[in-house]
Nanobody, 121 residues
Framework: QVQVVESGGGLVQPGGSLRLSCAAS????????MGWYRQAPGKEREMVAT???????KYADSVKGRFTISRDNAKNTVYLQMNSLKPEDTAVYYC???????????????WGQGTQVTVSS
């Protein structure tokens, strides 16, 4: 069994900061890329930021310079530091882990349950 669990969402004023965390646990053999995605009401889910096991990062243009993704491989954890938040960042944020469990010969995508981020005054 593999679990992916996010934490750290909440309500913040425009210009504020939040830090999201996501931990993968269970029978994990190896983890490839991890990342954050978000879905606003009435919109499709979009990539926010991803990070490979080697530390290569990728960001959506809308968050470049404001968000930072990082990873602790020893803890199977990925973080998203969000600064200078805007109302348009309001969404449910989902964590993704592309990983191989110890009973599988290939990796699969595992998703967390999502955490709400609301940016409002």
């Amino acid at each position: 069994q593999v679990q992916v669990v996010e934490s750290g969402g909440g309500l913040v004023q425009p210009g504020g900061s939040l830090r999201l965390s996501c931990a993968a646990s269970g029978r994990i053999f190896s983890i490839n890329a991890m990342g954050w995605y978000r879905q606003a009401p009435g919109k499709e889910r979009e990539m926010v930021a991803t990070i490979t096991s080697g530390g290569t990062t990728k960001y959506a243009d809308s968050v470049k310079g404001r968000f930072t993704i990082s990873r602790d491989n020893a803890k199977n954890t990925v973080y998203l530091q969000m600064n200078s938040l805007k109302p348009e960042d309001t969404a449910v944020y989902y964590c993704n882990a592309n990983l191989r469990s110890d009973w599988s010969f290939k990796p699969y995508d595992y998703w967390g349950q999502g955490t709400q981020v609301t940016v409002s005054s």
